[in-house]
C-alpha cells in the first residue's frame, strides 16, 4: 500500500475519488464529441452524450476547471434521440452518433467548426460554406481491420450465467478495454463482402479448433483479418498469423476458394508482441499482390501496407474542394506537405506546372511516385521526410517557392516552426485540409497576421462518429 502511494506520488498522480452526479443536463457539445454540463461554472464533459440529455454521470478525471465523466444512466433522452440500428452499438466504439438524425449530426459539427475558430481561435472566415453531407451513411468504408481474440466482450447475463462460453472473437476492441473484444456479427461500416469474408472465417476457425490470439498470454495463431474493398469491384484481403502453422495454407486456400472475387489474396506472419505490421513482409497466396483504387480519373496502386483514404466517394468530393479552392490555372508550382501516397497532389497535377510532395513514411512516397507513373504524371517529385526538417529555405530555392500550397496536417496539426516557414515564405494561397478543426483553428490563428481565411467547408467523411474534415483557403492579407 505505501509502497502504491509512493508510485502514485512519483509519477505526479493525485489519488481522488469519483464523483456521482445525480442529474446533469447537457447544454452543448464540445471539439471532442463530448456532452457538455455546468456545475457551479464547473464544466462536465460527458461521454456518449447529447445536447438535451438529462443524465446520472461518474467522473474519471477532476481538474480545477473540468471534470470527464462517464454516464451512468440516461433519465430523460434529448427529444433529438433516435433508436440506434447496430445490434452492437451499446459496447463497440465504431458509430457513437447513431441514436442521432444525419442532419444533428452535420449540424453538431458544423457548430464544432464554428466554435473552434470563432469563439476559441477568434478568427474571421470569409465564405463559410454548409458542411458537405456524405452520399452514404452506412457501408462508406473501403477498409476495416479486424481482431481475433479468446477474449470476447460479454453480456452481463452471459457473466453470471451457469454455460461454459465459447470466449473466441473476431470483431474490434471495446473502447477504453484494450483486452476485451466485440465479436460483430453485421457491422454497417463496410459493404457485405466484409461480414460475410468476417464471418465465414470465424466460422471455419471454430470449426477446425484454430486457436485465436490472447493478448495478454502473447499466444494463438489467429491475429488480424484487414479487408480492403475498392470502388474498382477489386479486393484485398490480408490474414495476420501469429507464426506458421500447418493450418495456414488451408485456411488461406478456403478463403480463396469460398470468395472468388478477391483480387489480392495475402498473408503476415507477425511474431512480434505487437499489432503492427509495417514492418513485416507480406506474402501474396493469391491473385497480384495490390489492388486499384480510383479517384475521379487517376489510378492508384494499394498495397497490403499503402495507407489510402478510407471513404472513397467521398474522399473524391474533398478532393474537388481542395481543387476548387486551389483555383491552379496550370502555370503555379504546387506543394503538398504530409502528401501520404500522393493522392491530393496527384489528383490536381494536370493544373499545375510542378507538383513537390513531402511524406514521413518511405513507403508512402514510394508508393506515390509509382501512382505518378501509372497515371502518366511527369511533373511531379515526392520527398521523404519530417515536413518540419525537410521544408527549408534551401528546399524552397532548391524546388522553387509555391504559388499554391496544400497542407494535410495528422490530428495533431503543424509545428510551429512550419507555421514560421509558411509565414516568412509569403506563399499566396494555401489550402489547409484538416482532420481535427481545433489544431486547424489553432495553427491559422498563428497565421493570422498574414494570412486571411477566404473560403472554408466541412466535409462529412464518417457519418455517426464525431470526426470532421474541414477545408480552408487561406490567401495572402
Ligand atoms: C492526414 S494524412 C494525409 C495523407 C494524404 N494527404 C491523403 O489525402 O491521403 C497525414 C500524412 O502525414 C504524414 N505525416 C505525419 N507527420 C508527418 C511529418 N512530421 N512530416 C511528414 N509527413 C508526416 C503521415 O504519414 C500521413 O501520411
Redesign the pocket.
Known amino acids: 500500500m505505501v509502497y502504491k502511494r509512493l508510485t502514485f506520488a512519483l509519477m505526479g498522480h493525485r489519488k481522488t475519488r469519483s464523483k456521482f452526479y445525480d442529474s446533469l443536463r447537457i447544454e452543448a457539445i464540445s471539439s471532442e464529441g463530448l456532452g457538455i454540463a455546468r456545475v457551479n461554472e464547473k464544466v462536465v464533459f460527458v461521454e456518449n452524450c447529447v445536447p438535451g440529455d438529462l443524465v446520472k454521470a461518474k467522473t474519471y478525471q477532476q481538474q480545477k476547471n473540468f471534470e470527464k465523466a462517464r454516464m451512468v444512466e440516461l433519465l430523460e433522452p434529448s427529444p433529438d434521440r433516435i433508436p440506434e440500428f447496430c445490434s452492437h452499438f451499446k459496447v463497440c466504439g465504431g458509430c457513437k452518433w447513431q441514436y442521432l438524425p444525419y442532419e444533428k449530426q452535420l449540424a453538431l459539427k458544423e457548430k464544432i467548426v464554428e466554435d473552434a475558430f470563432s469563439r476559441l481561435a477568434k478568427v474571421e472566415i470569409g465564405e463559410k460554406r454548409a458542411i458537405l453531407a456524405a452520399p452514404d451513411t452506412s457501408f462508406y468504408r473501403n477498409k476495416l481491420e479486424y481482431t481475433f481474440s479468446t477474449n470476447r466482450w460479454l453480456s452481463r447475463d452471459e457473466i453470471s450465467g451457469e454455460e461454459d462460453l465459447n470466449k473466441n472473437a473476431l470483431g474490434f476492441h471495446v473502447p477504453g478495454n484494450h483486452s476485451k473484444i466485440v465479436d460483430l456479427d453485421t457491422c454497417y461500416l463496410q459493404n457485405d463482402f466484409s461480414n460475410r469474408l468476417r464471418n465465414a472465417v470465424k466460422n471455419y476457425a471454430l470449426e477446425k479448433d484454430l486457436v485465436f490470439y490472447n493478448i495478454q498470454e502473447r499466444t494463438g495463431f489467429l491475429r488480424n483479418l484487414v479487408v480492403r474493398t475498392a470502388s474498382t469491384e477489386e479486393i484485398l484481403v490480408i490474414l495476420i498469423v501469429n507464426h506458421d502453422d500447418e493450418a495456414l495454407l488451408p485456411l488461406m486456400e478456403f478463403i480463396k476458394t469460398s470468395f472468388p472475387e478477391i483480387t489480392s489474396l495475402n498473408y503476415i506472419i507477425n511474431p512480434k508482441l505487437n499489432d503492427t505490421y509495417f514492418d513485416l513482409e507480406p506474402v501474396c497466396y493469391h491473385g497480384k499482390p495490390f489492388i486499384i483504387e480510383k479517384l475521379g480519373k487517376f489510378s492508384f496502386k494499394i498495397r497490403p501496407k499503402s ?3 478510407t471513404n472513397t466517394k467521398q474522399g473524391e468530393r474533398l478532393y474537388d474542394i481542395v481543387k476548387e479552392f486551389a483555383a491552379l490555372k496550370g502555370d503555379e508550382v504546387l506543394y ?1 506537405l ?4 500522393g ?2 497532389g496527384l489528383y490536381l497535377s494536370d493544373d499545375c506546372s510542378k507538383l513537390v510532395g ?4 518511405d513507403q ?1 512516397v514510394e508508393d506515390a511516385k509509382e501512382n505518378a507513373k501509372i497515371n502518366g504524371v511527369e511533373n511531379a517529385s515526392f520527398y521523404v ?4 526538417l525537410l521544408l527549408s529555405n534551401e528546399f524552397l530555392n532548391k524546388n522553387r517557392k509555391p504559388d499554391v500550397l496544400i497542407t ?3 490530428r495533431a496539426g503543424m509545428h510551429p516552426d512550419i507555421i514560421k516557414t509558411l509565414l516568412e515564405a509569403k506563399i499566396p494561397r494555401i489550402v489547409y ?1 484538416s ?1 481535427n478543426p481545433g489544431t486547424q483553428a489553432r495553427d491559422v490563428a498563428m497565421l493570422d497576421s498574414l494570412y486571411k481565411v477566404v473560403k472554408m467547408q466541412a466535409v462529412d467523411m464518417f457519418p455517426h462518429t464525431i470526426h470532421i474534415e474541414n477545408v480552408a483557403l487561406l490567401e495572402l492579407r
Request: aromatic residues 12%; contains cysteine; hydrophobic residues 40%.
Open positions: 495507407f489510402f483514404q503538398d504530409y502528401s501520404g501516397v493522392s491530393i513531402i511524406e514521413q513514411i508512402a521526410g519530417d515536413v518540419r494535410d496536417p495528422p485540409v482532420c
